[in-house]
């Protein structure tokens, strides 16, 4: 992509209402605008990463069995009178009256209509497990919105339901979706801790929140310190192993049963991208759902659900990974893998040797942002620090004229000068 | 995907609401279901095609320089008020109010966000022509939903805005978009008959409307029978040179004024799948709108609008590819490539060559449909007709003996006894 030819509205200064880094850091690099309280647009630059985002989670689904559909974002009140949640969810449901004057309501969360499409078409246990999963947008009409996309109204999701013969089979599933989740967050250049909690208005027996690490969180987290050591790379662990760790929010932590010694107890506070629940039959029972069981009796089917903030998983990558230049993006959700830097346009070599970068790169898979405007060197660099593309390349005149580049790591700031045969070859894996 | 664990709810019986083709195969094949009227769940094998139309439709635009991002389904009703539209649009639109008493709308279309977002970002002619697109979930609250997803209520949409520094500017990318539009409609499969149109609710000076034919479209259509030997693929036309042919809808064909002489003339029924339109300076104008022009003057952007209805276009690809079994799926847009049938379940030489060839298909990229149920014969061969893929892979104990498969071509429906080697080489190309 040509920087001249994108739209990246930044701005220079910070915004007064953004009171946490990624909610300033967002605006500042251009990737959303707020429509209304809690409303956001998605630029194009934010939109890359949602998408990149959005991707990752599906694979790591898909790869598990899980089954993507995709549910409407307006539900007709019935179904949730059916479940008793209509009256109970309160002002947080967006309740609307269509033209007609039928009651609808734009999904805060889809319980309801999953277990209406499993009713029409399950019969018998022979069709179980089975795992449904959407990406879609959400509302939820907060009463304070704020941090950004951190706690939008209209915010993106991804919600897993999943259906079973029994409780057993259930907890099966529970527990492979810890694991999945551990490598979703893995994937997404993250370390969640997972803790104990509540399970409120969903409902169930059993619940893990997903919380990653960040001072502007909004629960009060106390962990084992080994979660340091792995959040650091010191050492490896795997999900199962994690699961044994001490780990809780807010008043799920109880000083006088917490089994870890207080040198290696951690406080500090964490912002919840996923939670998975053990349903059980709540839903299934008040919807009346039944099935037909091996011995040709009828069974309840037992549920487990599982969800996932993806927009509000840009907020947290970057209250995770950025620095006071502004982001660092992980690879895997960066907008752009490579941000080019052509120092002089106009300079027929500079250009020359900017555009052979910028196509070679592109056929190759590798995407690019090149930054052709005729800004000041300084506001270039200072442009792609920002942003946080993984790497920098820059091209001068001098470098130009003997065919080298320079290639800078955004997250570590080391700085290389190379042929570009050599660029190319380490941007090009 | 191996079909015992997918969610395809495939129906037996036509079902009764539905009144046209397209509508009462999406039912059958498991691809939507009603949630409320003109409101519409999309089960796993619809969403599938739904992803590759929205895939193919970014791929075109992002080629043709168009940027994209996501604007929010709500939106405050001030901005529509600020261009005139908020009293004018009528009942189509979703009025919503939230916790706070705050007017919002759910968007039916979305000229004022776009120029909202445009002021915020866009001061001068340098930034010009910038062409900005979205694809996301519109509504309107039609009176009379119908149709399946041809006339839903909660639709899918593409539709992209751009801004111009002179309205010459703006018309040449209204001929861009007239080819580019041609090029999105021959990638799904389909042959688009652009006719002059009415710019309605929308506005401006120019409009045109693509059509797929389909004798139950909703517009009267008009056209010079060459479109015929263009859409059975007897000529090749440039799109250029194919909006010299005649064509109109509605009242806009005039017989008396009609060019083509009768029996060159051909009269049908269109669906309407996308429309562009020459917008001047309608938006930009009512929301006062400046930039500095090239010798430091104020101008008034001059815009133009272009939409594509993508949850309609899965309607009207079935409404022009199908036959008495069903769905007959362009490759481009398919759900899987290859309905793989296991003829008999649980014989070992079924099973291995069956798993052989899905796991050398799917490592090789190509999406294939495993039918490894214990249904009959026959029924699992009328459900790959229904839902339409276009290459079905059937193994049998006799075949299977031998290292032979059948593989017939759903569109054609011709068969060829073929060695595994010979099957996977076709299908992988």
Redesign the interface.
């Known amino acids: 992509m040509r920087l001249s ?3 990246l ?1 930044l701005l220079k200064e910070n915004p007064s209402e953004a009171q946490i880094v990624s909610h300033r850091l967002m605006l500042r690099a ?1 990737m959303i ?1 707020q ?3 809690g ?6 630059l934010g ?1 890359r990463v ?1 998408a990149n985002i959005e991707a990752i989670v599906a694979r790591e689904l898909d790869k598990a ?1 899980c ?10 009140a019935e179904l949730w009178k059916e479940s008793g949640r209509y009256d109970a969810f309160g ?1 947080e449901m ?1 309740r ?1 009256k ?2 007609a004057e ?1 009651d ?1 309501l ?1 999904s805060p969360t889809c319980e309801e ?1 999953i277990v ?2 499993f009713r ?3 019969r018998s246990y022979k069709s179980l497990p ?1 795992h ?1 999963y959407q990406i879609n ?1 959400k ?1 939820r ?1 907060e ?1 304070r919105p704020r941090f950004g996309v951190m706690r939008g ?2 915010f993106y999701m991804k919600d897993g339901y999943s259906f079973h013969a029994t409780l057993d089979d259930a907890k099966r599933e529970y527990d492979k979706m810890y694991d999945v989740y551990h490598a979703i967050f893995k994937a997404l250049g993250l370390t969640a801790i997972a803790v104990n909690a509540n399970t409120g208005a969903i409902g169930g027996s059993m619940s893990h929140e997903f919380q990653v690490v960040a001072e502007t969180g909004e629960s009060a987290l106390y962990y084992d310190a080994t979660f340091d050591d792995i959040r650091s790379g010191k050492i490896n662990m795997s999900s199962a192993d994690m699961r044994k760790l001490y780990a809780a929010a807010d008043e799920l932590h109880i000083p006088e049963e917490c089994p870890v010694p207080k040198e290696r107890l951690r406080e500090t506070r964490g912002i919840e991208v996923g939670q998975i629940f053990l349903l059980g039959s709540k839903y299934t029972d008040a919807m009346n759902i039944q099935v037909i069981g091996a011995n040709g009796e009828a069974i309840v089917p037992e549920m487990g659900t599982y969800g996932i903030g993806v927009s509000r998983l840009v907020g947290a990558i970057i209250e995770a990974s950025h620095d006071d230049n502004g982001i660092i993006w992980p690879e895997s959700v960066a907008p752009f893998k490579v941000g080019l830097i052509n120092l002089r346009v106009g300079d027929a070599k500079c250009d020359a040797l900017c555009e052979t970068l910028y196509d070679t790169l592109e056929s190759k898979g590798v995407s690019v942002l090149y930054d052709d405007t005729e800004d000041r060197a300084g506001a270039k660099f200072a442009s792609m620090d920002l942003i946080g593309l993984p790497w920098q390349l820059t091209v001068g005149p001098k470098g130009a004229e003997r065919g080298v580049v320079e290639l800078k790591n955004r997250k570590f700031g080391e700085k290389q000068e190379l042929s570009v045969e050599a660029t190319l070859a380490q941007l090009i894996k």
């Open positions: 030819r994108y739209f509205p251009g605008r429509q209304a309280a409303i956001y647009s998605w630029l194009p939109l949602l069995g089954i993507r559909l995709l549910l409407p974002t307006l539900q007709p002002k967006l609307i269509d033209r039928r609808l734009y209509m209406d499409n029409a078409a399950i089975l449904l947008w509302f009409d009463v109204r209209e």
